[in-house]
């Protein structure tokens, strides 16, 4: 089914000819033989999620990449949270209390404003309470800006920890962030402001951010996130048109093939929704030269079978029961880095 492309689309494909040679080079080194044990925004089920202690207690247990999630301020500050509009069930205002509803969106806040609001503890009773009942909390927690990740990393010392940054932004709802283009040139500006090119991934569900990071910094490896679970459908495979997530790409032009579409937006990781993922796909998309670095494994069991997939990673809200499942197997995990 092919279409008229969008001006993202077409820049996407003329990069994929103009990158191809480059891009199996890249891929291969996106490939390597260490293990990628990733953090989920730190490490959430056991420390408060995208928080400068979080992220240190996540280095104590040792991993190999942080992965966290990136807005921008109103200011143009780029930030540490996965939400857009501040969460209720992790956000106390200045006196103390939880949020009753959403809060405003980040982008309509300044980094100043920002830091009025305490994010280290989660609301009692909540569903977030229950899926991490062993998340301790640290109050007196901020919303980081990126920037502070990278200085925290620095002094500890960690020449080899990388970073997988997520931009959240959401084609169906423009009003709650900076467009594409200013939010990508922001994140590029803090990356390379910080010398962290070579150890920093860009991920996305929105691949319009993924074209630019190709244009505007092809030095640095992008990932391309997909989910195809009921309600949470990205991929839209063997729908009419093109899904909104996709930058103009249609999945459906690649042979409904997922891995081939994520080739065609010029990333070198796929990570998909572990449910999503199947030996075939695994081989697929090795086939094709992509690492494939599934999220959010939880139990010990799920790590299992995901693990005998061959895949190059796994993303994970308990890195904890991750690495010492890898080390029953004999696969090196990081050595930790003291904080203290």
């Known amino acids: 089914m092919m279409k008229p492309k969008s001006g993202f689309a077409a820049c996407a494909l003329a990069l994929v000819c103009a990158w191809a040679s480059a891009m199996a080079t ?8 260490v293990f990628d044990l990733q953090g989920h925004r730190g490490a959430r089920g056991l420390r408060p999620e995208n928080t400068l202690a979080g992220f240190a207690w996540t280095l104590e247990l040792g991993v190999r990449t942080l992965e966290l999630d990136c807005g921008v301020t109103k200011d143009g500050v780029v930030v540490v949270s996965h939400d857009s509009s501040l ?20 982008h309509a806040l300044t980094f ?8 280290g503890r989660i609301r009692p009773g909540s569903d977030y309470a229950a899926r991490f009942s062993e998340q301790q909390p640290v109050d007196g927690q901020r919303i980081p800006r990126l920037a502070d990740v990278y200085a925290l990393v620095q002094r ?7 970073f997988n940054i997520e931009t959240k ?7 709650l962030t900076a467009a594409p283009k200013p939010f990508v040139e922001a994140l590029l500006a803090v990356i390379r402001g910080s010398g962290m090119e070579s150890r920093t991934t860009v991920q996305s569900f929105d691949w319009r951010t993924l074209a630019l990071v190709r244009q505007l910094a092809p030095e640095i ?17 063997g729908k009419p048109g093109a ?11 690649y042979g409904d093939s997922v ?5 065609a937006i010029g990333a070198e990781v796929w990570s998909p929704h572990a449910l999503d993922l199947d030996e075939r796909l695994v081989a697929e998309a090795h086939r094709l030269g992509l690492a494939v670095v599934p999220w959010t494994v939880n139990d010990p069991k799920h790590m299992e079978r995901i693990l005998a997939l061959g895949v190059d990673g796994l993303i994970s809200d308990r890195p904890d029961l991750l690495r010492s499942l890898l080390e029953t197997k004999g696969i090196a995990v990081p050595s930790p880095t003291p904080m203290r």
Do not use: C, H
């Not at 100043?112 to 994010?119: F, G, I, M, N």
């Not at 490896?221 to 495979?237: I, K, W």
């Open 221 to 237: 490896v992008t990932v391309a996130l997909t989910d195809q679970q009921p309600g949470e459908d990205s991929m839209e495979v």
């Open 156 to 162: 500890s010392g960690n020449r080899e920890l990388r």
């Open 26 to 33: 890249g891929a291969e080194s996106a490939r390597t033989a």
């Open 169 to 175: 932004l959401d084609p169906l709802q423009p009003e």
């Open 87 to 106: 969460n209720p069930d992790i956000t106390r205002d200045s006196g103390g209390k939880f949020l009753e509803q959403a809060g405003p969106p980040l």
């Open 259 to 263: 891995p081939k579409a994520v080739m």
């Open 243 to 253: 899904s909104p997530w996709l930058g103009g790409l249609d999945v459906d032009d």
């Open 112 to 119: 100043a404003e920002l830091q009025q609001y305490d994010v």
